[in-house]
Nanobody, 115 residues
Framework: QVQLVESGGGLVQPGGSLRLSCAAS????????MSWYRQAPGKERELIAS????????NYADSVKGRFTISRDNAKNTVYLQMNSLKPEDTAVYYC????????WGQGTQVTVSS
């Protein structure tokens, strides 16, 4: 079965950095676009970054462009989100998603940006 397991979240001060990882299994990882979403309290889940199957076709939401970097390692079946210059408004639960079949989500990892 498809599994997506996010890790790397935590508490960080404004201006700090975190790297999120999403380990995938149960499908042919190298064949599918992977995406990162986030959901802040009281807000809808939003798409913030996506990456094509071979590492191209990268897109970012305007809110994270220039600060976040998405990447993938197809040999490790893992997608990453490097987050720099974090702001309090980046506080959210971060999810990875695969566009395989009906689409699958991980369980999410909490990122809290606060001093």
């Amino acid at each position: 079965q498809v599994q997506l397991v996010e890790s790397g979240g935590g508490l960080v001060q404004p201006g700090g950095s975190l790297r999120l990882s999403c380990a995938a299994s149960g499908f042919t990882f190298r064949s599918y676009t992977m995406s990162w979403y986030r959901q802040a309290p009281g807000k809808e889940r939003e798409l913030i970054a996506s990456i094509g199957s071979t590492g191209g076709r990268i897109n970012y939401a305007d809110s994270v462009k220039g600060r976040f970097t998405i990447s993938r390692d197809n040999a490790k079946n893992t997608v990453y989100l490097q987050m720099n210059s974090l702001k309090p408004e980046d506080t959210a639960v971060y999810y990875c998603r695969v566009s395989y079949s009906m689409g699958y989500w991980g369980q999410g990892t909490q990122v809290t940006v606060s001093s």
